[in-house]
């Protein structure tokens, strides 16, 4: 009977939000997701709206392997929404992963980043 009600926990996935941290400079914001048991091929990243949605989902390959006798690692679907600003040039969003860690790059749009206009002698 024990086993019965792990393998039904087992079953129900939950949804976490991924641990992030934000950086800025001249060129834009730079966005770093922990999505532990992640690889590229388990994470989607879309645009809409100038809505970012980050939605990842482990696969559990020793789940189809064995049976789940105990279980504390929990994987689950990670998910995290954010609104960008206006200036974000969407065509140019870049992503990597490293070690369960994604990387969201957001450039500036060429119009809002910084110019120093040169003034011609007259």
Known sequence: MEKKIE???QSAKKVYRPTTDIY???DGF???LD???CD???VNINVENNILNIKAEPKNEAESKTDLIYQEFELGTYERT???PRKTDVNKIEASMKDGTLKVVLPFSEEVKPKKIEIKKS
Do not use: A, M, S
Request: charge should be negative; proline fraction near 6%.
């Open 7 to 9: 393998k039904q926990n």
């Open 30 to 32: 730079i966005l770093y």
């Open 40 to 42: 590229q091929d388990d």
């Open 35 to 37: 999505v532990p048991g």
């Open 24 to 26: 800025t400079n001249e």
């Open 82 to 84: 954010f609104t960008l």
